[in-house]
């Protein structure tokens, strides 16, 4: 597996700190900006934390390269919508050597492992005057 961290917003704490002040303080923005420290930034996101207010972390912002997971890992971490996602399509993007990923469990249990690696095998490595479909 490998991750790359791409891009972020910069100042992720200062930034969700800032979103969130707005919805309890009184203060004027350019006010509210001046105070946040980096110590006060991390305070008051642990405040937040213990009171179970998440909806400011929406406004930091990764992007995430990640290559060689299973579709299973993709499948569960898009379910959830905590962000948005672009996966590479396996339709579209044909591969001369792919590469897929075993489950741990061996995708069922001992009996099940050698089908499943003999279909992997050869949707991996299609014969020439296969066509690619999929």
């Known amino acids: 597996m490998k991750v790359m961290l791409i891009a972020h917003t910069p100042e992720p704490e200062r930034v969700v700190a800032a979103a969130a002040k707005l919805c309890y303080s009184n203060a004027h923005l350019d006010d509210l900006l001046e105070g946040l420290t980096p110590e006060k930034s991390r305070e008051f996101l642990s405040k937040l934390a213990s009171l179970g207010h998440e909806s400011p972390t929406e406004h930091a912002s990764f992007t995430f390269a990640i290559e060689g997971v299973s579709r299973a890992l993709l499948a ?3 379910r959830h919508r905590i962000a948005s996602y672009s996966v590479q399509s396996q339709r579209y993007v044909r591969l001369d050597q792919f590469e897929y990923i075993t489950p741990p469990e061996g995708g069922g249990g001992a009996e099940t492992l050698p089908p499943y690696r003999g279909v992997a095998e050869r949707r991996a490595h299609p014969p020439p005057d296969a066509g690619g479909s999929g």
């Open 76 to 78: 569960q971490i898009t």
